[in-house]
């Protein structure tokens, strides 16, 4: 198997409070790869340590491949134009200015406004281009599409497709379930300083199980019930509801979200 990272047994403390015990998982090459956690799980400081920004106690981190790291917001001088923090950054990474992927990413339309005058969406792209400036091998984002709308999100996903496709690893951190969903390859899930899942979307789903809401519209009213198994609840709703002489007008069913999953299996709650 062919890593871009490898972490073993690391652990960091802030004074008495351990943040990561010991956690151990790998990144493959090319993969796109999430990190999640609730607040507090050591999301931020499991991705700190690997991006090189804060120091560890003890275990190891292996990086294979020069690394870019995507800017949060607010993380450039107001009246800075888009192209001179292009050029600084070139410069400070000794890198060539790649023109196809500042075209790509939009960055010809925004050479007159200042950082402060940019969107939330032009923002976002502009620090991925920074990231990107040195040709990186592995590409850290950090809620890439957060305040962004629908358009601006399937925008910023086709770049991210398309980095992987250059042979590119990502390492994704996000809040948006539906996201992860439909980027990600692997994800791991971290909890109170441990590694409670790592695996594949699928595979989160198979161990947790699929949820299901079912929302039945009869003549006594409108009525929402969850259920893991939706053919025997189905035929016990059905039935029940024939016994008492009520008549279904209208079955809707909806498939429990990865963010459902998610936060129960974060909680501990999964087998």
Not at 155 to 169: C, E, N, S
Not at 228 to 247: C, V
Request: with cysteine; aromatic share 4%; glycine share 8%.
């Amino acid at each position: 198997m062919n890593l871009a990272i490898q972490i073993d047994r690391l652990k960091k403390s802030y004074g008495d409070h351990t943040v990561l015990k010991g956690v151990t998982f790998n990144v493959i090459k090319g993969e796109i790869f999430a990190l999640l956690g609730v607040n507090g799980a050591g999301k931020t400081t499991a991705l700190e340590c690997m991006e090189g920004l804060r120091k560890y106690d003890s275990g190891s981190i292996v990086v294979n491949g020069r690394m870019g790291i995507q800017l949060q917001s607010a993380s450039l001088p107001a009246h800075i134009k888009p192209m001179e923090a292009v050029r600084l950054f070139a410069r400070w990474n000794k890198a060539k200015i790649d023109d196809s992927m500042l075209a790509a990413l939009g960055m010809n339309e925004l050479t007159k406004k200042q950082y402060v005058e940019l969107s939330t969406g032009q923002k976002r792209r502009l620090h991925l281009a920074l990231a990107l400036i040195s040709d990186p091998d592995i590409v850290f984002l950090d809620e890439p599409t957060a305040g962004l709308d629908v358009e601006g999100r399937i925008a910023l996903h086709d770049q991210i497709r398309k980095l992987r496709a250059q042979g590119k690893t990502i390492i994704l951190a996000s809040h948006d379930m539906t996201e992860v969903e439909s980027l990600c390859d692997r994800i791991a899930i971290l909890n109170d300083g441990n590694i409670v899942f790592f695996g594949t979307v699928a595979e989160l789903t198979a161990k947790i199980g699929k949820r299901y809401t079912l929302h039945i519209k009869t003549e006594q009213g409108d009525e929402s019930i969850e259920s893991d198994n939706i053919g025997d609840t189905m035929l016990t709703l059905l039935e029940s509801f024939k016994q008492r002489g009520i008549a279904v007008l209208d079955i809707k069913i909806d498939r429990g979200t990865l963010e459902q999953l998610f936060i129960e299996i974060a909680r501990g709650n999964g087998n």
